[in-house]
Every structure is written in C-alpha cells, then in structure tokens.
C-alpha cells in the first residue's frame, strides 16, 4: 500500500511518481510565469508531456495541484544545520530563506502561491502546512541551544524560527528593501538577541 501524504494524497511510486514529478515541474513552472490565476490543468498536462485525463484524475483542481507541489517542496528542502551554535544554525536558515526568495524561480513561484493563499482557503491551508513542516525542521536548533545553555529554558522553539524569516519576507511582500545576505545575517541575529534576552519564553513558563 502507498504512503499518504499530509494532505490526503497517495505517495505514488515507480512511473506514477515520475509522472508526478513531472506535473509538479511543469506547475511550478506555470506559477512562476503567469501565477496563480494562470495556472491551468490543461496547460500543466502539456507542459508536462502527459495525458490531461491523467492531471484531472489525479489532482482534479488547480488549489490541490498546488497543495501537492507545496507537499513535495517542503520534502525536497534542505535540511537544517548542525553548526554547533544558535546563531551559526539560524544564520544558515536566514539564508537559505534568503537564497528561496530571490531565485529567479522560486521567487515567483512563492509569490503566486502567498498572493493565491490570501483568497482561497485552501491554497492558504497548503501554505500554513508546508511553513510547519519547515518550522519542525528547524525547531531542534533552539531545543539543542537551550540545552546548550545559549538560551534560557522554556523557549519556544517555533517562535524564534518564525522570527528568523519573518523580517525577510517583509522584506519580499512589503518593503521592498533589499533581501541579501546582510538581510538575511541581521535577521538571524536579531532573532538570537530577543531570544537570549528571554523574549521567547513560553507564558507561564516557570524561565519567564
């Protein structure tokens, strides 16, 4: 029996998993150039090189292809880093966030899928799951710090991981302010500093 993914879609193996693949490729690509309001079933089955029956049967709506490509996303991510210290690890992701965001497709891509998940409730449950696979990912580098005796117990761990990428996502959506790696370094040690400082101790947490 295959595998479910987290959004009730079978793990396919063999020539269906590459046929995914493929439709995954060939949406992204779709996003990426015309956005959300341009992607289309028919258009993704030709650029993927497989029979529209075949995409209408297995996703049926442009919302759960992109909930599938979210899925796969955040499985193909990078894993996070063991650099031996907070700042070490969260300069890493600031980075890796930084890197995401100003590719030249990737950019795009997450931008249709934000400006999608603003006015479809789906698309923004999609979004929402794949940031809290990411967020678990990286969640062990501030319960490794405390540990370490870097941070002070009772921090939250998804809290001062958010806050890692939060100001470069501004950056993207609202600013417009350069999303470099000088960007990229402040925000992680900021994120360090405030949750040093005890700003991301749980309420009611014995630390706090």
Not at 3 to 28: F, K, N
Not at 47 to 64: C, I, L
Not at 93 to 113: C, E, K, S, W, Y
Request: with cysteine; aromatic share 6%; charged share 30%.
């Amino acid at each position: 029996m295959e595998p479910e993914s987290p959004y009730g879609m079978t793990r396919p193996g063999g020539r269906t998993a590459r046929v995914r693949a493929a439709v995954l490729r060939a949406a992204g690509d779709a996003l990426a150039e015309r956005g959300f309001g341009g992607l289309d079933l028919a258009d993704v089955a030709r650029r993927a090189e497989v029979g529209r029956t075949t995409v209408y049967r297995r996703w049926g709506t442009t919302t759960q292809l992109v909930a599938d490509l979210l899925d796969d996303m955040a499985e193909q991510s990078l894993p996070r880093a063991r650099t031996g210290t907070l700042l070490g690890d969260l300069g890493e992701n600031a980075r890796l966030v930084q890197r995401t965001l100003t590719d030249r497709r990737q950019g795009p891509l997450f931008l249709a899928v934000i400006a999608a998940a603003t006015c479809d409730d789906r698309t923004a449950e999609a979004l929402r799951r794949f940031y809290d696979v990411r967020i678990r990912e990286w969640a062990p580098c501030v319960t490794e710090a405390v540990e370490r005796g870097e941070l002070p117990a009772g921090t939250d761990p998804h809290e001062v991981v958010r806050a890692v990428s939060a100001p470069l996502y501004y950056r993207l959506l609202v600013s417009g302010d350069p999303l470099d790696e000088a960007a990229a370094d402040r925000a992680a040690a900021a994120a360090v500093a405030a949750a040093r400082a005890g700003a991301y101790v749980r309420d009611g947490d014995p630390a706090a």
